[in-house]
């Protein structure tokens, strides 16, 4: 009596893989390691991230006009900025802000006045406070202490 597990259907027949069954393996497994490969790629460390920070282009070398906080971001848009070189070659820079809301804002403006490579040349103005009724437009002028000046920045605060 000598019956085989195979002889009673136990254990089913293992058939070696077709060349089909061989491309779908390999096409999966290829499939697999790319996508692996690819979101390895992709990973960064986040305080490497943060700590790379460009120093070539920020909003203040290569904007004209900087809003400093979110308030004034929210409140003020600046309609124009004028610029002229007066006769003894002093930058003169007017700002025309506007408050775009329903209520009266008090903000303050400086300027900060840079060489035509965008360096300050040490001419900073104080912070001049103005309060812009709902709605309105102020203009707000700034002269350049040194013929030095060729570029500027006009800084936008909250009044404090």
Same mark, same amino acid.
């Given at each position: 009596? /000598? ?29 697999? /390691? ?8 992709? *990973? ?19 904007? $004209? ?9 929210? *409140? ?18 007017? *700002? ?17 006045? $840079? ?6 040349? /040490? ?11 709902? /709605?309105?437009?102020? *203009? ?9 000046? $060729? $570029? ?9």
């Amino acid at each position: 009596m /000598g019956v085989t597990i195979r002889e009673l259907n136990l254990l089913p027949a293992v058939t070696p893989p077709t060349d089909t069954m061989k491309k779908q393996v390999l096409i999966c497994s290829f499939l697999a /390691g790319t996508t692996l490969v690819w979101l390895a790629g992709c *990973a960064t460390n986040p305080t490497s991230s943060m700590a790379l920070e460009s120093t070539k282009y920020n909003i203040e070398s290569t904007e $004209k006009l900087t809003l400093l906080d979110r308030t004034v971001q929210e *409140a003020i848009i600046c309609t124009g900025l004028q610029e002229r070189v007066l006769p003894d070659g002093r930058l003169e820079v007017v *700002a025309m802000v506007k408050n775009r809301q329903e209520q009266a804002v008090k903000v303050q403006l400086n300027c900060v006045f $840079k060489d035509m490579q965008g360096f300050s040349v /040490g001419d900073e103005t104080a912070f001049q406070t103005t309060t812009l009724a709902p /709605g309105a437009t102020e *203009a707000v002028r700034f002269t350049a202490a040194t013929p030095a000046a $060729k $570029k500027f920045t006009v800084r936008v605060r909250h009044a404090r």
